[in-house]
């Protein structure tokens, strides 16, 4: 399923549950579902409590043991968290469950970094990437600290159906982000402002910078 990153219930975690028998990997079915072929290839697996694969009465006559020994010597319990968003498949997954968006499998996207801060979902960028304009309305004000460059962003959050300036419910289509007019304006002007703040804090901490080498 893929959905714009407002949207996205970031908290969730993901896990193996699933098994390529063309690749030989575990992977996780929600983010990587659809990068390993259908059919006899791609295989659940079920675990038991202590997230060890549960294999049935009939899997050994079609399952070779060298399959077998490589499908339980996998992960299926760890938890993982959702820390990445492709903004091509417009999905949120797993980075270390999932190489494809990132490996030239998924050509039209670009990965972006989520980190938790506080309770909120943040994507870590610069706000200069070529991709940011793309994505920028639906990132607040920076929290955390800086990395380097990288700022801290996080995620507004916004339920399908609801406009995105005034939050009321309203009868359009759900990805529509507005109810009005009236709404559109005053989120593109609250846009520039978060701009124009992330430019002036840039520029009093490039003075700083300036004030030391000096
Ligand atoms: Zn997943
Ligand atoms: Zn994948
Ligand atoms: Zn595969
Ligand atoms: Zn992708
Ligand atoms: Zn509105």
Excluded at 73 to 84: M, V
Aim: with cysteine.
């Amino acid at each position: 399923m893929s959905s714009p990153l407002e949207f996205e219930e970031l908290s969730q975690t993901c896990r193996r549950d699933s098994f390529c028998l063309d690749c030989f990997h575990a992977f996780c079915s929600h983010c990587c579902g659809s990068h390993h072929h259908r059919g006899p290839f791609h295989t659940a697996i079920s675990v038991d409590v202590a997230g060890r694969p549960v294999f049935q009465p009939g899997d050994s006559q079609w399952m070779p043991d060298e399959v077998v020994r490589a499908i339980a010597a996998e992960d299926y319990d760890t938890p993982l968290p959702r820390d990445s968003y492709c903004t091509g498949c417009k999905k949120i997954f797993c980075a270390a469950a999932c190489p494809h968006h990132s490996n030239g499998t998924c050509l039209a996207g670009v990965v972006l970094r989520i980190e938790e801060h506080g309770g909120a979902h943040c994507v870590r960028c610069t706000g200069f990437e070529p991709w940011f304009r793309r994505v920028e309305g639906y990132l607040g004000d920076p929290v955390g600290e800086e990395e380097d460059e990288l700022l801290l962003l996080p995620v507004l959050r916004r339920a399908p159906g609801t406009c995105a300036q005034c939050h009321a419910h309203w009868a359009g289509w759900h990805y529509e982000q507005h109810c009005s007019l009236p709404c559109i304006n005053a989120w593109r002007q609250e846009v520039l402002m978060r701009r124009e703040r992330r430019e002036a804090r840039r520029a009093a901490r490039d003075l700083a910078n300036l004030q030391i080498h000096h």
